[in-house]
């Protein structure tokens, strides 16, 4: 019932705000209005004020708003035949029509506004995860810092941190930090990152971060401190010295306040058949380990990330046959040192089945061979075969993915106000632009009546009221700009009709009219039975 209420919802206000446009101008060009209904259908409830009937209708899925001498060859009585629609001057009909579709676009100022205005919650700047090889890495970034500013512009989002980049990029750009309480500058040369959708293309800097960060696993390598202490790849950090470590970067936050003897609370992973690793031991070890002097991170118990270590290795892959297990590290591509698991897929992705040299390391020491990837199956099901060479890092499971920080921001209202006149006219740009591609780089497939309007709604109704709010934002600016259109039956064509009546000095034939309206119905209904399509097929 809650799905049915917030569809209704969306719906009555869109409506409302769409025929409310209609209704004010007339009402102000001194035309007389009739009736004002909410939805189509027979009556439900209604009253009558003034010389205007206000009804509630069967079905709210639109509404209009009648007015005197709207039909061609309708009579009026001799009082009101200079209050009736089509006797009014070309510009005051086009104002009229036009209002209807202005209120849906000028609605959605108003919307964004009150969600800008409030207080609600954004991912922090706060790094969560800064891959080795990076430029965010080489500019002595770490898991826990916090961007202040970038090039001087302040930033309280990751979102504003994004949007800082655009433009920047392939140069030195200066970052103001929070590390540990106190700030601090450094330079960063983002990457150059293109951006394309069907509607635009935006280029910007990119430092190679993310917000969410991984929890603390551990690589092993033969011989360190911590293979001396007792620990093993893939150990979980749950806590040093009793300070817990839910992720990487209150790791580097619990190092930075800790000297000499450490104890470590881990939790272990399980070998399971197949040689893989995915089970954990259910108690917790605590073990004792000497911090290196001079290192962060991982590197200060004498580990390292987890991510070129294999947690899987899968049979009969061309990996195994090559003698590669669970637990070794990868080192080298083709003699390329690898930084990342990810840099391996990328150089994989673009190889089919030509060979190439992989270096990994094992409990025996560094190998070297000749490999090509083979096909496999990788998931159960029909799924079918694909190219790859058969292993697999550890990946966390959903529950034990720490969500990002987040941010408490409330913007004052000129700003909010800023904020919200800025990016209608982006959402209206877009919007045009998706129409116009409708068939070409946008797929007919995507278009939706009813049925996607009462998904979406519940869906961002259970997200919370700022997703809701901007559903009905967007779905507004479609409203106004589908209503736009020059379709006989909708406000375009009447906004064109008055036009033409105000260059031409004369009306636009009623035979010409009634065949207009003919097609444009058809165009309508053949519309309807596309969404419905959709509708039903998704």
Avoid at 179 to 188: A, E, H, Y
Avoid at 218 to 231: Q, T
Avoid at 313 to 333: H, I, M, Q, T, Y
Wanted: charged content about 20%.
């Amino acid at each position: 019932m809650a799905s049915i209420g917030f569809f209704a919802l969306l719906l009555g206000v869109l409506v409302t705000v769409h025929e409310l446009g209609h209704f004010l101008v007339a009402k102000a060009c001194g035309v007389k209005v009739l009736k004002f209904s909410f939805g189509f259908g027979p009556k439900l409830l209604g009253f009558t004020k003034g010389e205007t009937e206000y009804q509630i209708a069967l079905l709210p899925l639109g509404g209009y708003v009648k007015m005197a001498g709207d039909v061609p060859g309708e009579e009026l009585p001799p009082e009101d035949a200079h209050r009736g629609f089509l006797n009014q001057p070309p510009l005051k009909r086009m104002a009229i029509v036009l209002a209807g579709p202005a209120f849906n676009l000028i609605f959605p100022v108003l919307i964004y506004f009150f969600v800008f205005w409030g207080p609600h919650e954004a991912i922090s700047t706060r790094l969560g995860y800064v891959a080795p090889g990076t430029p965010a890495a080489a500019a002595g970034l770490r898991p826990g810092d916090k961007i202040v500013a970038v090039e001087g512009e302040k930033v309280r989002t990751f979102e504003e941190m994004a949007d800082a980049f655009v433009g920047r990029f392939e140069r030195p750009i200066p970052l103001i930090v929070e590390r540990n309480g106190s700030q601090f500058t450094t330079n960063v040369t983002p990457l150059k990152y293109v951006e394309s959708t069907p509607f635009e293309t935006i280029e910007r800097g990119r430092m190679m971060v993310e917000a969410n960060s991984p929890i603390p696993i551990m690589g092993v390598p033969p011989g360190s401190p911590a293979e001396k202490a007792g620990l093993k790849t893939f150990d979980r950090i749950l806590a040093i010295n009793g300070t817990p470590v839910p992720d990487e970067g209150s790791l580097y936050q619990a190092l930075a306040k800790h000297q000499g003897t450490l104890e470590l609370a881990v939790q272990r992973l399980k070998p399971v058949e197949a040689g893989g690793v995915e089970l954990r031991v259910p108690e917790v070890l605590k073990l004792q380990v000497e911090r290196q002097p001079d290192k962060e991170g991982l590197a200060a118990i004498g580990a390292e990330p987890d991510d070129l270590y294999l947690a899987e290795v899968l049979p009969g892959s061309a990996a195994a046959e090559a003698g590669l297990k669970a637990g070794d590290r990868l080192v080298a591509f083709n003699g390329e040192t690898l930084t990342t698991f990810h840099t391996l897929d990328v150089k994989l992705s673009g190889l089919d089945k030509q060979p190439f040299e992989l270096t990994w390391r094992g409990t025996d020491g560094e190998h070297k061979a000749k490999l090509s990837q083979t096909p496999l199956k990788l998931e159960e099901g029909g799924v079918p075969e694909k190219l790859a060479l058969g292993i697999r890092p550890w990946f966390p499971t959903r529950g034990e993915v720490p969500p990002a920080e987040k941010v408490t921001v409330k913007l004052a209202w000129d700003e909010a106000l800023k904020q919200a006149v800025k990016i209608v006219p982006k959402i209206i740009g877009q919007t045009v632009m998706a129409i116009a591609s409708i068939g070409s780089k946008v797929p007919v497939s995507s278009i939706g009546g009813p049925i996607m309007m009462y998904q979406m709604a519940s869906r961002s109704a259970e997200l919370g009221w700022d997703y809701f709010l901007n559903l009905m934002a967007v779905i507004s600016i479609n409203l106004g700009v589908v209503n736009l259109l020059p379709i006989p039956i909708l406000d375009g064509f009447h906004l064109v009709a008055a036009g033409w009546e105000g260059v031409r000095r004369r009306p636009i034939p009623v035979r010409v009219r009634e065949v207009a309206n003919v097609i444009g119905l058809a165009m309508l209904v053949a519309l309807m039975l596309v969404a419905m399509f959709n509708d039903i097929t998704r």
